[in-house]
DNA sequence: CGGGTTTGACCCGCGC
DNA sequence: GCGCGGGTCAAACCCG
């Protein structure tokens, strides 16, 4: 059973990297269930070409595919929010956050998609620090919480097992990485040419 | 020695 | 106000 909270809360979930992004070191590494493959048209680097690409929705008994805009899926399918007004505040620091909970509560930007796999941490091309982790109520399997290594950059991810299915990896990310990933530095120009949909 | 991980303590929001 | 639970901190530890 997935998690209540975590369905209702994320609304969302499965946020693809583009197949060029992930690299697949484990023979039985793929990104999402077997029982629901990426639609045959849906080659991510297709769509990274029109600067659109795919965001594939969970609801509560389906996975299906949604195409369009980026920002405007995360908004409207993520965020559930016309988010003009949050807009202003992503990417804020530590105190104004605090600032502005005092106000009102602002959520950074967040996806998760699953993956299996026998790796609890996929190589996205961005470098991370493991700053905690925690048992989780009702589950077996620890919660493990990173932080990009850039020090100027406070995108987190938190990655954990599924309860009732162990190969699965459910994996959220939080925020907006404010650089381009730093998987080889020779090549980094070509990634951030890439990769800059990370909004 | 520098950078990453581990892990218990601490913080804080939320429901009762 | 209190307790619970998720998220974070940071000292100790580990490793190349």
């Known amino acids: 059973m997935l998690n ?9 979930a499965f946020f693809p990297f583009p197949a ?24 991510p680097e297709q769509h990274l070409a029109n600067s659109h690409f795919g965001l594939p929705l969970q609801s509560s008994n389906a996975n299906y595919w949604a195409w369009g805009d980026v920002g405007e899926i995360i908004s409207n399918k993520i965020l559930g929010m016309s988010s003009r007004d949050d807009h202003h505040h992503l990417g804020v620091s530590g105190m ?22 026998d790796v609890d941490v996929l190589d996205d091309g961005y470098k991370w620090r493991k700053y905690g982790q925690k048992v989780v109520k009702n589950t077996q399997h620890p919660r493990s919480y ?3 290594t850039q020090d100027t950059c406070r995108v987190k991810k938190r990655v954990e097992r599924l309860a009732e299915d162990p190969r699965m990896v459910i ?10 990933p730093s998987l080889n530095e020779e090549d980094s120009e070509a ?9």
Not at 107 to 113: A, G, S, V, Y
Not at 171 to 180: M, N, Q
Request: positive net charge.
């Open 4 to 12: 209540q909270g975590f369905l209702e809360d994320q609304q969302m």
């Open 20 to 43: 060029n992004m992930i690299s697949l070191p484990h023979q039985n590494q793929k990104t999402l269930s077997p029982s629901h493959p990426l639609p045959q048209h849906s080659k």
């Open 96 to 117: 104004k956050m605090k600032k502005l909970k005092s106000r009102r509560k602002v959520r950074e930007p967040r996806f998760c998609f699953k993956t299996m796999s």
């Open 146 to 148: 990173y932080r990009c």
């Open 171 to 180: 994996t959220t990310y939080e925020g907006r990485h404010a650089h381009s």
């Open 191 to 199: 990634n951030s040419a890439k990769l800059n949909f990370w909004f």
